[in-house]
């Protein structure tokens, strides 16, 4: 299996997770960076006026992303990582599955939160994937999950 962990991550906490998935699966770390980076003002939920609230609050919207992974045709398994964001994931988790072709790829969404569950996630996502992607149901997990406990989980997924 040849993996990419792609991840977004706004506070930290994805990336952390995103990296002990690397070291379990031996796949190479892309971080899905936002062309415009989202201050704490942008990230403010309760602000209706706030960048994220408005993203969020609009289906179609599509934040940039800054670069592109190289050679994207070499995974044939790939990761996808993100914060939940109002029980789904960020818009840009969406920009990135729209900007590659997935097909024949298995698709992995893995997810931090502090309390929200996947809600409706993989069928919002899969939506914006390859028709002919291979798709497996997302985790929500802590940042600070254990080595032995990701790999458990990886193992689960009979890659």
Same mark, same amino acid.
Do not use: H
């Given at each position: ?48 006026? =706030?960048? +994220? #609230? ?7 919207? %599509? ?5 592109? *992974? !190289? ?56 939506? =914006?994937? +390859? #028709? ?7 985790? %929500? ?5 254990? *080595? !032995? ?11």
């Amino acid at each position: 299996m040849k993996a990419l962990v792609a991840y977004f991550s706004a506070s930290g906490q994805t990336a952390r997770l995103a990296k002990t998935i690397a070291e379990v699966t031996g796949g190479d770390l892309y971080e899905i960076e936002p062309a415009e980076k989202y201050t704490s003002a942008d990230l403010n939920w309760n602000d209706r006026q =706030s960048r +994220s #609230t408005k993203e969020m609050n609009d289906s179609s919207a %599509r934040p940039e992303i800054s670069g592109k *992974v !190289s050679n994207m045709n070499q995974y044939d398994t790939v990761f996808i990582g993100f914060p939940i964001w109002w029980y789904v994931a960020p818009r840009i988790i969406q920009t990135f599955l729209e900007s590659y072709d997935f097909a024949g790829k298995t698709i992995i969404p893995f997810a931090t939160s502090g309390g929200s569950g996947m809600g409706n996630t993989n069928s919002v996502l899969e939506k =914006s994937c +390859s #028709t002919n992607a291979i798709w497996k149901d997302g985790k %929500r997990m802590s940042s600070r999950e254990s *080595v !032995s406990s990701v790999k458990k989980w990886i193992d689960s997924l009979n890659l």
